[in-house]
């Protein structure tokens, strides 16, 4: 099981805003940053923001991320129907055998 | 263009082993961690191990659930990582995928990493 939590669903119509939270510990995201990787369906996962807030060359600025202690968010906003998918938290882990750890996944529906 | 391409996957009876393969192109591979992360059918990510560049000591790391079993190699003369699966468990069923690992500084935290390029995966079906 994996000790980032996140949200198992979010939706929202076209247009709106979706913020999914990441929520963890000091040992991971209060001590390191915060990736998002974005899985659209029948694909592989993708990376979609880096070091908390970075966007990857190619993302448009509708995604966001953001850190604050020992959690990290995600928001989308102005949502499109090609952004329905699950998204997932990552960072490191100082405490585990595991040094990587990922979010247990959001899905991101488009009603 | 960056481009990651696994193969080796199939079918496989419990107890049994696996070699999975990830071809390389578009970077110099030697000098890029690579790791390998997989995703049982319906679930989430998980990372499974990786392998730092010879130059930074080519140290491998290994996710708890598959130490002492998997082994993670790589041949920079032919840009292939690999995977190989011993004593594979039903639970080890998933698609596996290998990742560039790339390094970035961040003012606070210093140096850091994010797995950049995925390839496609290749599934992993082991029977009981």
């Known amino acids: 099981q994996s000790v980032l939590t996140q949200p198992p669903s979010a939706s929202g119509t076209p247009g709106q805003r979706v913020t999914i939270s990441c929520s963890g510990s000091?040992?991971?995201?209060?001590?390191?940053?915060v990736n998002w990787y974005q899985q659209l369906p029948g694909t592989a996962p993708k990376l979609l923001i880096y070091s908390n807030n970075q966007r990857p060359s190619g993302v448009p600025d509708r995604f966001s991320g953001s850190k604050s202690g020992t959690s990290a968010s995600l928001a989308i906003s102005g949502l499109q129907s090609e952004d329905e998918g699950d998204y997932y938290c990552?960072?490191?882990?100082?405490?585990?055998?595991?040094?990587?750890?990922f979010g247990t996944g959001t899905k991101v529906t488009v009603l | 263009e960056v481009q990651l391409v696994e193969s080796g996957g199939g079918l496989v009876k419990a107890g049994g082993s696996l070699r999975l393969s990830c071809a390389a192109s578009?970077?110099?591979?030697?000098?890029?961690?690579m790791n390998w992360v997989r995703q049982a059918p319906g679930k989430g990510l998980e990372w499974v191990g990786r392998i730092k560049s010879k130059t930074d000591g080519g140290t491998k790391d290994y996710a708890g659930t598959v130490k002492g079993r998997f082994t993670i190699s790589r041949d920079d003369s032919k840009n292939t990582l690999f995977l190989q699966m011993n004593s594979l468990k039903t639970e080890d069923t998933a698609v596996y995928y290998c990742?560039?690992?790339?390094?970035?500084?961040?003012?606070?935290?210093?140096?850091?990493?994010?797995?950049?390029?995925w390839g496609q995966g290749t599934l992993v079906t082991v029977s009981s």
């Open positions: 990552a960072t490191w882990d100082d405490s585990l055998n595991s040094p990587l750890v």
């Open positions: 990742t560039t690992d790339s390094e970035y500084f961040d003012v606070l935290t210093g140096s850091q990493r994010m797995l950049d390029y």
């Open positions: 000091r040992s991971n995201i209060g001590s390191n940053n």
């Open positions: 578009g970077f110099t591979f030697s000098n890029v961690w």
